[in-house]
């Protein structure tokens, strides 16, 4: 498996792995992905593929977002075709957009999942570091990453980029 840069040929691919990874003709993710790459908050060297035998069978991309006026990353969508599901796929994607963020000096990665499957990153609620989202019921679901560039007095109210709120 390869993880690599999301290119312009990859596009139809991303769609059709987020299409089945969240089982539906049209989920809002795929919706999602395009309006966050045309939009303000795209940073294209923060979108990956996972490429097997020359088919893109994941995606994940990162986002610009903010705390308070911070400029900080937002993780998602992620996703990763059904067949290869638990094989390590989506651990290998978040390890590269991770890396990718933090070798960029970004101080946080911050996401909505799930509560028993991204800790294995860092990933820790956001209250406990005094951030919380926005939209107050996201507030269970919400969660932090640390990175190396963390400042203990960046706090405050998350907001992700405007598509998030167009769902």
Not at 11 to 19: K, S, Y
Not at 115 to 131: N, T
């Amino acid at each position: 498996m390869l993880i690599r840069r999301e290119t312009a040929h990859d596009v139809a691919a991303i769609a059709e792995v987020h299409r089945q990874a969240f089982d539906g003709d049209a989920p809002v993710e795929v919706d999602l992905v395009e309006r966050l790459r045309t939009g303000p908050a795209w940073i294209p060297p923060l979108s990956f593929v996972a490429e097997w035998h020359d088919s893109v069978i994941g995606h994940v991309c990162l986002t610009r977002a903010t705390v308070a006026s911070t400029p900080v990353l937002a993780l998602g969508p992620i996703g990763v075709l059904p067949g290869h599901q638990l094989g390590g796929v989506g651990s290998a994607l978040m390890h590269a957009a991770l890396g990718a963020a933090d070798s960029r000096d970004e101080p946080l990665v911050a996401l909505l999942g799930h509560l028993e499957y991204y800790p294995r990153f860092g990933f820790v609620a956001g209250s406990s570091l005094g951030i919380e989202p926005d939209e107050p019921s996201w507030s269970s679901h919400f969660q932090v990453r640390r990175l190396t560039t963390w400042d203990t007095a960046l706090s405050g109210m998350f907001r992700y980029a405007a598509p998030f709120y167009q769902l």
